[in-house]
C-alpha cells in the first residue's frame, strides 16, 4: 500500500494531490492438501431419509479428498475529512473513512469440501448406477421421475466451497 504525506512514493498530480495516498491492495492464497475420510464398501441409498448400514474399506481415514485452492482480494482507498478547520490543531476533528472492495474466491474455484464415502466423488452416491436400487426403480409410479429426483437430491451444494463473492463497503472511524 501507499502510504500519505511525507512517505508517499505514488504519483501526484499538477496540483500536489497523492492519488493512491493511502491505497493497498491485498491477495490472500490458500491452498491445503485434501481432507482424509474413510471409504464404503457397500453402496447405500444416501439420498433416501434412512440411516443404512455402512461397511468401512480399507482403513479408517485411508482415503483423501481432492486439494483445496483458494484466492481472495481486498483493495481499499482512505479518505481523511476534517470537520472543524482551525489553526489550533487540538480543535480540530478529523473523520477516517475507508471503502473497500473484497472479492472471495476470485477465481470461483467450486472445492470439494465434502465426498459420498462409496465413489469418493461429490455429486454421486452410487446408488442409481448400482444393482441394488433396481427394485426403487422399477416399483417407481414414474421410474424416470425417481431417478431424477434421486439426483437432484444428491447434488447438494454443501459439498463444495461457496462459490465467488463480492463485497463493497464503507468504514468509518472517528
Known amino acids: 500500500g501507499f502510504e500519505a504525506g511525507q512517505k508517499y512514493n505514488g504519483p501526484v498530480t499538477k496540483t500536489g494531490y497523492q492519488i493512491l495516498a493511502n491505497t493497498g491492495v491485498n491477495f490472500n492464497i490458500r491452498a491445503r492438501s485434501g481432507t482424509p475420510f474413510t471409504s464404503q464398501a457397500n453402496v447405500t441409498p444416501d439420498g433416501l431419509n434412512q440411516e443404512p448400514k455402512r461397511l468401512s474399506q480399507g482403513s479408517i481415514n485411508g482415503s483423501r479428498m481432492p486439494w483445496n485452492y483458494r484466492v481472495d482480494f481486498r483493495m481499499y482507498k ?52 448400482s444393482a441394488v436400487s433396481d427394485g426403487a426403480k422399477n416399483v417407481a409410479y414414474n421410474p424416470q421421475s425417481y431417478i431424477d429426483l434421486y439426483r437432484a437430491f444428491i447434488e447438494r451444494p454443501e459439498n463444495f466451497s461457496l462459490p465467488r463473492r463480492i463485497f463493497l463497503g464503507l468504514q468509518f472511524n472517528f
Open 78 to 129: 482512505g479518505f481523511d475529512i476534517t470537520i472543524n478547520k482551525s489553526k489550533d490543531k487540538e480543535l480540530q476533528r478529523t473523520l477516517n473513512f475507508l471503502i473497500y472492495l473484497q472479492i472471495q474466491n476470485l477465481l470461483n474455484t467450486a472445492n470439494v469440501i465434502n465426498v459420498y464415502r462409496y465413489t469418493g466423488n461429490p455429486n454421486d452416491d452410487g446408488y442409481l448406477s
